[in-house]
């Protein structure tokens, strides 16, 4: 089954084709079906997904301790931590700048550094390795408990290898290329969540040209031997945002995906999708995105997006870099978002989050506003029932860490219990016992 979408922002009629540039075969089209959506019932689906994919129902059962259900309690509860990792780039300047820190750490635990672990900033001088910069922004991370995605080992565009790697000979390019994997992977071993292997593999093949064809492969099976905690990543741009590009389409994706996968020793790797998602300034594909990641989730491996940002020239800017938050975060097969952008201040350019000054720009409403919305909100009170039910009390929960605290509904005495809702929380329900 063909599957995709376009967004049609006219009410006029219009010819639909379908164009094949392959002449060496014949295509014949059969039930074909077009169902159109507003964009209210578009963020209907995207909502009901959210509800589905991202909260459990949670059901307390509060009993004393000769198993009789507490009646007339109160159970306030207070989220912690979310359970769905929703991010934000880094760059150098936070190790000097306080309001950078304090703007950053009050608001994402999970972070990719922009440049600082690349190759070109760790060995500028062949021989000569400086991890000064990332190793500081490791312990700036680790203090605030922000979890790190490690990029990149290899970056496969011949214009972003350092400039003494670019006239290497292949032999020499295979010996300095060793040592970088080695030397960075060892490093940080044990420290990241995810490594970008070989970042734009579909768009580019320095590394192929030059090592062989398998290159890519290798360094992926090196990589996971090397630090076997990490998730290894396929870092690419394109595939979701722009539907021209077919060299990096869903079904190119696969294939490159499929190829180092079952390069000899990568069998049991642990693989990631990373979809980079640099979108222009005109208006998101929404339903191209959509397929996209259908295809790819069918794969059963978990889909990150990794740079998000909306490119500047649009007055809608703020508008479409919400539209394809909501998109990624209701599609169940998405299990993290990390967006390229931050203060003004700190040099991001292309879609602030703040200004000079740490003031939210327009861009910066949206991500809190989403920080806000995809998370249960303080206050949460829930009544154990006075009477049938049998003594449970139940409510819808966003995935994450939580702390809740019951009042017993005569003594006053309190209870303070810890606790994760995760979509494989047993029967959704939440035993606890107390004294009387």
């Known amino acids: 089954m063909l599957k995709g979408g376009l967004v049609a922002n006219f009410t006029s009629s ?53 198993k009789t259900a507490m009646e007339g309690g109160v159970i306030s509860i207070k989220q912690i931590k979310s359970g769905f990792p929703f991010g934000c780039g880094m760059n150098h300047y936070i190790l000097t700048n306080t309001d950078y820190q304090d ?12 440049n600082e672990m690349k190759w070109y900033s760790t060995e500028k001088i062949k021989g000569v390795e400086n991890y000064t910069i990332p190793d500081a922004m490791m312990k700036f991370c680790e203090k605030n408990g922000i979890s790190i995605r490690g990029h990149n080992i290899f970056w496969d565009n011949p214009k972003h290898q350092p400039e003494w790697v670019k006239t290497l000979s292949p032999e020499d390019l295979k010996e300095a290329a060793a040592r970088r994997i080695n030397s960075v992977t060892t490093r940080y071993a044990g420290k990241l969540i ?20 398998n290159a890519s492969a290798e360094y992926y099976r090196t990589a996971q031997l090397l630090d076997p905690q990490a998730i290894m990543f396929l870092n690419e741009y394109n595939t979701i945002e722009f539907n021209n590009d077919e060299t990096v389409n869903a079904h190119n ?37 959509r397929s996209a990641l259908d295809l790819l989730g069918s794969f059963g491996f978990p889909i990150w997006l990794t740079e998000v940002d909306v490119d500047k020239g649009s007055p809608s800017q703020a508008e479409y870099f919400e539209e394809i938050l909501r998109e990624a975060y209701s599609h169940p097969a998405v299990k993290g978002i990390i967006s390229f952008a931050g203060p003004e201040a700190a040099g991001f350019k292309v879609m602030p989050l703040t ?22 909100g303080d206050g949460l009170v829930v009544e154990t029932p006075a009477a049938g039910n049998n003594g449970f009390s139940e409510i819808s929960l966003f995935h994450g860490d939580y702390n809740f605290t019951i009042k017993h509904p005569v003594t006053n005495s309190s209870t303070s219990i810890s606790f994760k809702v995760t979509k494989d929380l047993p029967r959704g329900t939440i035993h606890v016992q107390i004294d009387a």
């Open 355 to 376: 200004d000079e000054d740490f003031k939210n720009t327009a861009a910066g409403d949206v991500v809190d506003k989403l920080l806000r919305e995809w998370k249960s």
């Open 14 to 66: 219009a010819h639909i084709i379908f164009k094949s540039n392959n002449t060496g075969v014949e295509i014949w089209a059969d039930n074909i079906s077009l169902q159109s959506f507003t964009k209210e019932q578009w963020r209907s689906n995207q909502d009901k997904s959210i509800d589905r994919v991202r909260k459990q129902k949670v059901r307390f059962h509060i009993t004393y301790a000769n």
């Open 194 to 213: 995810h490594w970008d292997v070989m970042n734009e593999n579909l768009h580019f093949r320095f590394y192929e040209d030059n090592l062989g064809n």
């Open 103 to 114: 703007w950053f750490a009050s608001r994402f635990k999970f972070t990719t550094f922009t």
């Open 253 to 289: 994706y696969s294939k490159k995906l499929e190829e180092i996968i079952s390069y000899p020793g990568n069998g049991n790797m642990s693989v990631g999708i990373g979809l980079q998602g640099h979108f222009n300034s005109g208006k998101p594909n929404l339903p191209y995105m």
